[in-house]
């Protein structure tokens, strides 16, 4: 099995940061895409950053500029460096992975537990 567990997320004021980890671990053999998403009371979960095996990054409009993503291939983490936070930022974020569990079983997609992000005003 795989799991993702996600780390950090809590109450921050309007303009201040928070940082977000997620970890994978159980039974991996190649991480493809990892990322970000998030999802507000009464809306759709959407993507807020993604980033390639390579190191190839992918930000929504609404965040670029503020947030980072970064990952680390050995320790199998994802970081998210939220700057700048506004209170529309408000949600909660989920970790997803693309993840092969063994040579030439295709991948699947993994999703974290999900972490409250609460920006005050």
């Known amino acids: 099995q795989v799991q993702l567990v996600e780390f950090g997320g809590g109450l921050v004021q309007s303009g201040g940061s928070l940082d977000l980890s997620c970890a994978a671990s159980?039974?991996?053999?190649?991480?493809?895409?990892m990322g970000w998403y998030r999802q507000a009371p009464g809306k759709e979960r959407e993507l807020v950053a993604s980033?390639?095996?390579?190191?190839?990054?992918d930000y929504s409009d609404s965040v670029k500029d503020r947030f980072t993503i970064s990952r680390d291939n050995i320790k199998k983490t994802v970081l998210l460096q939220m700057n700048s936070l506004k209170p529309e930022d408000t949600a909660v974020y989920y970790c997803?992975?693309?993840?092969?569990?063994?040579?030439?079983?295709?991948?699947?997609?993994?999703w974290g537990q999900g972490t409250q992000v609460t920006v005050s005003s």
């Open positions: 159980g039974s991996i053999f190649y991480i493809y895409d």
């Open positions: 980033i390639t095996s390579g190191g190839s990054t």
């Open positions: 997803r992975a693309e993840i092969a569990t063994g040579y030439g079983l295709g991948t699947g997609d993994y």
